[in-house]
């Protein structure tokens, strides 16, 4: 992994190289979400993410929508929802690893550390399927509610629980344990976490709910995962006092 993210880095830092930091900035928080965005821009998560969900674009113009049966491109879209998230926490445990030390002995807040990282997956695992919806609206008879309901509840649950879990094992007595076991264990949690909006939108499709029941629902679920995120945020900080550094 850490080859790869090398390799990534050759290939996309000329890109990142157009951006640049102020150390002047007057909030630490925009900074560090700045830095972190900048960061996924060189070592290529964000092309990554963009081509994912092209994939989703060209499935939905083959299968021209799938009308008001269950789309296919749904089924990608719902499946791409939750690995996002977890790839991009990936891609920050192998690239930032290493350098952890700085914030955690630095005396800054951590609850802004781990703040500006969340956000920064959300600014990075939302926009951009949200294009690529607003896109497949032009194109075909598309429920806007539903799709972006589980774009949004996916990433800012996804991104919160993968990072708790990452931030978990990197504990006393737990950082030995390997990485694929770590993404099995995020993957599955997220998913629990995630099942609501998976519902929202099968129970959806089989009784066909109308606007207004959808914007209710769908409203709820916002609630819902923005307390998820918020919880996992608290815990964040709690758990990074015992990170083995």
Do not use: C
């Not at 930032?96 to 550390?113: A, D, R, V, Y």
């Not at 066909?208 to 307390?227: P, R």
């Amino acid at each position: 992994q850490t080859v790869k993210m090398g390799q990534n880095i050759r290939l996309f830092s000329r890109i990142g190289l157009k951006f640049s930091l102020n150390i002047e900035s007057g909030s630490l928080l925009r900074f560090l979400i700045r830095k972190e965005l900048i960061r996924m821009v060189r070592d290529g998560s964000l092309f990554a993410v963009l081509i994912f969900y092209i994939v989703v674009l060209v499935i939905s113009v083959a299968t021209k929508g799938g009308g008001d049966s269950f789309p296919a491109w749904f089924i990608t879209l719902a499946v791409y929802s939750l690995i996002v998230p977890a790839m991009l926490v990936s891609n920050w445990r192998v690239g930032e690893l290493n350098s952890l030390w700085i914030p955690l002995t630095s005396g800054m807040n951590l609850k802004i550390f781990f703040s500006s990282l969340l956000y920064a997956f959300i600014l990075v695992s939302i926009p951009i399927p949200i294009s690529i919806i607003i896109v497949l609206s032009l194109i075909t008879h598309l429920n806007l509610i539903m799709p972006l309901v589980l774009i949004v509840s996916a990433s800012i649950i996804g991104s919160s629980t993968h990072l708790f879990v990452m931030t978990y094992f990197l504990g006393k007595k737990r950082k030995a344990t390997p990485g694929f076991m770590i993404s099995w264990v995020s993957l599955l949690l997220s998913g629990i976490l995630v099942s609501p909006a998976y519902a929202y939108v099968a129970l959806s499709f089989i009784f066909k709910f109308g606007s207004q029941i959808n914007v209710a629902l769908g409203a709820g679920l916002l609630v819902y995962s923005y307390i998820v995120f918020q919880i996992f945020l608290r815990r964040l900080e709690h758990k990074a006092l015992s990170i083995e550094i």
